[in-house]
């Protein structure tokens, strides 16, 4: 399975991009997709997820403000983010697993595919 990450880029505060990974080999149902970011020198951070055709689960730091969507016709995932923040500021992952229980769906080891990365930058 491939992740193809994209969207990032330079926005000022308040504003919105929106991600997209496309997956290689999407079965509906047979995923779950999760977006995490990091910054220099910190741990990789969860952001959002997707159980599979399920729940939805946000970082509380997101919460209100990103909505992570599929598009199963496209092999898709996004993530919407909007009234973003300098502190939104980092390099956005996305990643799937194959086997991934609601437990442990904000944890990165969690899953076992994962996209490059991008970026996005939000200046003040």
């Known amino acids: 399975v491939q992740l193809q990450a994209s969207g990032g880029g330079l926005v000022q505060s308040g504003g919105s991009l929106r991600l997209a990974c496309t997956v290689s080999e999407y079965t509906y149902n047979a995923y779950s997709t999760g977006w995490f970011r990091q910054v220099p020198e910190k741990e990789r951070e969860f952001v959002a997820a997707?159980?599979?055709?399920?729940?939805?689960y946000y970082a509380d730091s997101v919460k209100g403000r990103f909505t992570i969507s599929r598009d199963i016709a496209k092999n898709t995932v996004y993530l919407q983010l909007n009234s973003l923040k300098p502190e939104d500021t980092a390099v956005y992952y996305c990643a799937a697993s194959s086997s991934a229980i609601r437990s442990t769906i904000v944890e990165a080891t969690t899953y076992n595919y994962w996209g490059q990365g991008t970026l996005v930058t939000v200046s003040s």
């Open positions: 997707s159980f599979r055709s399920a729940n939805t």
